[in-house]
């Protein structure tokens, strides 16, 4: 694809430093007062990165979701997962864990006993996709996938590396199945490389910078780490040059918008304050069932 077609670049800006949960540290570039959300996107967190020291690690305990799905991906560190449906899992490094909230689930996402005990890298990011109203209230469900159950692919100069978290690249599909049509690509560049890479032209589409400085879209915009890159709806593809001589990385994260009214309250993300009344009643009623205590941790 020709630069000629490339999308320009909106708006660049860098992620808001919060607490989240028992109180660890992420980078989120949204929702906050920059940008509220990215349809069909409702959030990004970076977790970290941060050195925690033995038994200091945090999580998020037992909480509720509904309407939407979340995509965790980690970088470094090891989680442990469990939900109201029986289901747990372990997170490490490369892993991906996709949860369709759907009707409702309670979840927690703690670290490992194991990391709390040594303690050491935390990285890793957690992205929230919001489901068409035909899908808010399906099945609550599970996709896990091990980094090496992640596709991936390298350009022919050897200079372009991608993880295929969603949707296609580098002629490699994804291996996981989405409510929603989007991409979640995680490209590495090598010092001097270029991407042209194509996107569907009816997707809203972003960068985060997680590690180095590139320049993006049409005309070249300058971004580093934690910053998030809008691309926008003109053009057949976007562009990625490293100038610099260390690699660059970064998630590129692209979705067809659905155009719904959004209604949300902490946890719950449906279409109308009815509905999310409906759905604070359910949780309080304990509808969404709880994480059974005999679930152990290692």
């Known amino acids: 694809m020709s630069t000629t077609y490339a999308r320009p670049v909106t708006r660049v800006f860098t992620a808001a430093q919060t607490q989240e949960g028992a109180g660890f540290h992420v980078n989120r570039p949204f929702p906050t007062r920059m940008m509220m959300d990215f349809d069909p996107f409702l959030l990004l967190d970076e977790m970290g990165p941060m050195q925690v020291a033995p038994g200091d690690a945090k999580g998020a305990p037992d909480h509720p979701h509904r309407g939407f799905?979340?995509?965790?991906?980690?970088?470094?560190?090891?989680?442990?997962?469990?939900?109201?449906?029986?289901?747990?899992?372990?997170?490490?490094?490369?892993?991906?864990?996709?949860?369709?909230?759907?009707?409702?689930?309670?979840?927690?996402?703690?670290?490992?006993?194991?990391?709390?005990?040594?303690?050491?890298?935390?990285?890793?990011?957690?992205?929230?996709?919001?489901?068409?109203?035909?899908?808010?209230?399906?099945?609550?469900?599970?996709?896990?996938?091990?980094?090496?159950?992640?596709?991936?692919?390298?350009?022919?100069?050897?200079?372009?590396?991608?993880?295929?978290?969603?949707?296609?690249?580098?002629?490699?599909?994804?291996?996981?199945?989405?409510?929603?049509?989007?991409?979640?690509?995680?490209?590495?560049?090598?010092?001097?490389?270029?991407?042209?890479?194509?996107?569907?032209?009816?997707?809203?589409?972003?960068?985060?910078?997680?590690?180095?400085?590139?320049?993006?879209?049409?005309?070249?915009?300058?971004?580093?780490?934690?910053?998030?890159?809008?691309f926008g709806n003109e053009g057949e593809g976007v562009t990625v040059r490293n100038d610099g001589d260390t690699p660059l990385s970064f998630l590129l994260i692209g979705g067809k918008p659905l155009g719904e009214p959004v209604a949300r309250y902490g946890p719950f993300v449906m279409n109308t304050e009815s509905e999310i009344r409906q759905a604070i009643l359910d949780f309080q009623a304990g509808r969404m069932g709880h994480i059974p205590a005999s679930v152990s941790r290692t």
């Open 69 to 230: 799905e979340t995509v965790t991906y980690l970088l470094a560190g090891e989680m442990e997962h469990r939900d109201s449906q029986g289901h747990a899992g372990k997170l490490t490094p490369g892993d991906v864990q996709w949860m369709t909230a759907g009707a409702g689930v309670i979840h927690s996402e703690e670290p490992s006993h194991a990391f709390q005990q040594r303690g050491g890298e935390m990285h890793g990011f957690q992205l929230w996709v919001n489901l068409p109203s035909a899908d808010k209230m399906m099945t609550p469900r599970y996709q896990e996938l091990p980094a090496s159950g992640i596709p991936t692919a390298t350009s022919g100069d050897g200079k372009v590396s991608v993880r295929v978290i969603g949707g296609e690249a580098l002629g490699t599909r994804a291996a996981i199945e989405t409510r929603t049509p989007i991409l979640y690509q995680h490209f590495t560049l090598q010092p001097q490389a270029l991407l042209d890479h194509p996107v569907p032209t009816d997707f809203n589409v972003f960068a985060y910078v997680i590690d180095g400085q590139g320049h993006f879209g049409a005309e070249g915009a300058a971004a580093k780490a934690h910053q998030m890159v809008v």
